[in-house]
């Protein structure tokens, strides 16, 4: 009996893997290659008992007005530095925290905090045709508040220092080589100019072709839509990017219209425009660690 019960048990345990290992085959993984696109965040999540470390870098205006030779195409120029830290809680959810220099129109020294959930994950056999993830974000400004009372950075209260973002992520991998996301974004502003609105909506869109196994090519843009029609001087965030994977790193070389990282500054802030030259060099480093 006892011999039964053990080959019955060791039958069950086997069929048990194999169901486990069917399972995890079925899952579609790195619709997206990591937890950002360029601007926008991706459906993927760090896994669970991992974080992350970030470093971003986009400098000044390549051509324009600001651009070219004697700025060394914006090499001279910082627009905005960015270092973050991510951690996971299990593989589906994720926390961040990052500083941004900020730039300059018209906040600096930020802080940013935010939380993602993915909620869907697509499945080989399409029973689950897509991803999908949720992100909520708070941005704080703690340079020193203007002392002219019509300015935005005038902050009579602690309120007018902060910013809210959630965004929807909705990806689908089409192909091992093609994926593409859609971005619903929404952005809110407790202070903003007489030329602006405080709460924003927007949708993003994004393409991913990979090259190679550490190779791909990404295409991002963001519409903001302008309900209020006062946001004239206001453009929208566009940008190309080539990234390369290597093991536990993550490089990426963009060039985007956004000054600034984040919500708050690429979907609400953008003020370049890519036909008068006004586009900048970008990179990004993140290394991976198990804990």
Not at 168 to 187: C, E, G, N, W, Y
Request: glycine letters at 8%; hydrophobic letters at 40%.
């Amino acid at each position: 009996m006892k011999k039964e019960l053990l080959l019955i048990g060791t039958i069950l345990s086997c069929t048990l893997n194999l169901g486990a290992q069917e399972e995890e085959k079925k899952i579609v993984s790195e619709t997206f290659s990591n937890v950002h696109i360029i601007n926008g965040h991706s459906t993927e999540t760090l896994q669970k008992r991992e974080w992350r470390y970030i470093i971003s870098h986009r400098f000044g205006d390549m051509l324009g007005d600001l651009g070219g030779v004697q700025t060394g195409f914006g090499f001279d120029n910082a627009a905005d530095i960015r270092m973050g830290f991510d951690m996971a809680l299990t593989d589906k959810i994720m926390f961040g925290f990052a500083r941004m220099k900020g730039a300059s129109q018209p906040y600096t020294s930020l802080l940013e905090g935010y939380a993602k959930y993915r909620f869907l994950t697509q499945t080989e056999d399409n029973s689950m045709p897509i991803s999908a993830s949720f992100t909520t974000s708070i941005y704080g400004t703690y340079m020193n508040s203007s002392e002219d009372i019509t300015s935005v950075t005038n902050f009579e209260r602690f309120s007018h220092r902060l910013m809210y973002s959630s965004q929807l992520t909705i990806a689908r991998k089409f192909h091992p080589r093609f994926s593409m996301a859609l971005m619903p974004s929404f952005v809110h502003r407790n202070l903003v100019e007489q030329n602006d609105q405080n709460s924003l909506v927007a949708l993003g869109a994004a393409a991913r072709i990979r090259l190679s196994k550490s190779i791909g090519i990404i295409g991002e843009y963001f519409y903001a839509f302008n309900q209020s029609g006062l946001r004239q001087d206001y453009t929208n965030s566009i940008g190309v990017a080539m990234e390369w994977i290597t093991n536990g790193h993550h490089f990426t070389i963009n060039f985007t219209n956004a000054r600034g990282f984040g919500e708050l500054q690429y979907i609400a802030l953008t003020q370049s425009d890519w036909l008068e030259g006004e586009f900048r060099l970008g990179f990004s480093i993140s290394r991976t660690f198990k804990y």
